[in-house]
């Protein structure tokens, strides 16, 4: 089988060109949200790194091959005159391998397609190559290193890495294939020892990786931006304002002088942020204005400051505002109520309180108030609230409390007084004795005092009277209820004065030998429930002169 290593190696690069092109094209659709101006390539590419030589060739006619040389490095300068032509200087070092060893310079131009992130580059070079070998299988047969010209073409990809303002990229491969050509002269015939002369013919690749230093840049640096705003924007006399500036595209290795100007109010700050003093400012729209430069340069260039500017507002004072309730919003006569005022400035300044009440009167300087309904009739009044600011503006409010009318006397109602007994005396069952005359004069005293009242009298039976006993023929029990109240009512009107009209009588169900009675005050009305009115012109009050005695 006949071996074709630069073949392989031929496919290899192909390959890796095509994964290079396709991760490029890929970095470039995924970064396309980016800034046009933020691609800005280097001036100068210095690259250093190893390198792997994979020589394919024989030295003729001896048919000796030459060996991969798997140590070596690669230098290289590259100077751009524009974002994707330059010139380029290589170097590469391969130090003696298993049977060869290999040492070139070259120079020619070089193409690269910068993109974020990463860079392709693709070069053509023509040089001199230092080759030495090969020797054979017998190190007695040699071959002195010998100059000869050399041609090289491949390329390669950068990654640029996010460290030290990236000032260094990754070379991810470098791929480059190299003829070289060799004449050691005369031709001997192995295995005379000594150099064996002959004619080489080398194609090699050549595969790089290392690290590429940029210097410089093919634009120049972009010119300083700045923006500023203020915060807040509008505000009231005597509020501070904050205006930040933000700078863009500053040099970090350069400083900076910051100066503000505003035509409203005071202005103070030298860094990107000043402060605004409103007490000044008369309402109106003003303009903060700040400029940037870079310190230490007597005549800066226009790329080398900026300006900006900021409106804001001063706003009129606004007045108050106010809102009250009362607590509780209905009393009774001579009661009091809390009146609540909620004050309040849209800009904080102080407040103060007043009340005024159309009846009663109102305490209090505050927020809270005292109504006092004394002397104020009965119906609704209303409370204004009013609060007043250091500026004078002013806001009232009005609430109202509503007195209620006293409410009235309870009715009337009849009370229940002292009871008569007729139980002592068995010969006159219903006269009025004296026990009874004195229950009955307090109940005199009591109708004297108050001339409205009446009085109910009530008599009363037991059983016993009301059942016909021996040969009567009918009970006496319901006339001596009668005669008991009838009589009762007479010892009032005739010895104590009190209007008949004012006493009625009545006989009840009670199963006693008494009289109750109950007073009726005016507007009050007896219920007469188990009660019979007695009929007065049908019975006789009896007096109460004691009886006869009897003679011995």
């Known amino acids: 089988m006949v071996y074709r290593p630069f073949q392989n190696f031929s496919r290899f690069l192909l390959a890796a060109c095509a994964v290079g092109l396709g991760v490029g094209s890929l970095n ?13 390539p280097s001036r100068v590419d210095v690259f250093l790194g190893y390198s792997y030589f994979g020589a394919h060739g024989q030295l003729k006619p001896q048919g000796i091959a030459y060996s991969s040389i798997d140590e070596g490095g690669l230098g290289s300068v590259a100077y751009y005159m524009n974002k994707y032509v330059g010139g380029e200087i290589i170097g590469s070092v391969h130090p003696d391998g298993k049977n060869d060893g290999f040492y070139s310079i070259s120079g020619g131009p070089i193409f690269r397609a910068p993109m974020q992130n990463f860079t392709l580059f693709g070069h053509g070079l023509v040089g001199a190559g230092h080759l030495g070998g090969p020797n054979s299988e017998n190190p007695a047969y040699h071959n002195p290193y010998q100059w000869g010209p050399t041609l090289t073409a491949g390329g390669g990809m950068d990654y640029q890495l996010p460290f030290f303002d990236n000032r260094f990229s990754l070379r991810l491969f470098e791929a480059d294939y190299r ?56 505000v009231f006399p005597g509020d501070p304002i904050t205006v930040t500036g933000t700078p863009g595209n500053l040099n970090p290795k350069k400083a ?12 103070s700050g030298n860094t990107a942020t000043a402060n ?62 809390t009146i609540t005022a909620n004050g309040m400035s849209p800009q904080n300044r102080p407040l ?21 309904t004394a002397g104020a009739a009965p119906g609704t009044i209303t409370v204004t609230a009013n609060v007043v600011d250091d500026k004078g503006q002013s806001a009232s409010c009005t609430t109202t409390v509503t007195v209620n009318a006293p409410p009235p006397p309870p009715a009337p109602t009849t009370s229940a007084l002292c009871s008569a007994s007729f139980e002592r005396d068995k010969r ?15 109940i005199a005293l009591k109708l004297q005092s108050d001339s409205a009242a009446k009085l109910a009298v009530v008599g009363n039976a037991t059983t016993d009277e009301t059942t016909p006993k021996g040969k009567q023929k009918k009970a006496v029990g319901a006339s001596y209820a009668a005669e008991r109240a009838v009589n009762t009512k007479d010892y009032l009107v005739t010895e104590k004065g009190i209007d008949a009209s004012r006493i009625s009588v009545y006989t009840g169900s009670d199963n006693a030998q008494t009289v109750t009675t109950t007073e009726i005050p005016s507007g009050a009305t007896l219920s007469t429930t188990g009660l019979t009115p007695v009929d007065e012109s049908a019975v006789t009050a009896k007096p109460r002169t004691p009886p006869a005695k009897k003679k011995k």
């Open 256 to 267: 900076y002088t910051y100066t503000w100007t505003a035509d409203g109010g005071t202005i």
């Open 179 to 234: 003829w070289i050509h060799a004449n050691y002269g005369p031709a001997t015939t192995i295995p005379t020892p000594g150099v064996v002369g002959g004619r080489a013919n080398l194609s090699a690749a050549e595969l790089s990786t290392g690290i590429v230093a940029h210097f410089g840049h093919i634009i120049p640096p972009p010119p300083v931006t700045y923006a500023c705003s203020a915060s807040p924007s509008t």
């Open 352 to 372: 103060t309180y007043s009340y005024s009440a159309s009846a009663g009167s109102v305490s209090g300087t505050g927020p809270s108030g005292t109504l006092s």
């Open 276 to 337: 605004i003093d409103t007490k000044s400012a008369t309402p109106g729209t003003y303009t903060a204005k700040g400029h940037i430069v870079q310190a230490g340069n007597k005549a800066p260039k226009p790329g080398e400051m900026a300006d900006c500017s900021a409106t804001y507002t001063v706003k009129q004072f606004e007045p108050p505002t106010i809102t009250c309730s009362a607590n509780p919003s209905t009393v009774a006569p001579g009661d009091s109520s």
């Open 28 to 40: 470039a659709q995924t970064s396309s949200t980016a800034a046009p101006g933020g691609i800005n």
């Open 428 to 442: 006159r069952p219903t006269r009025v004795d004296n026990e009874a005359k004195a229950c009955l004069d307090d």
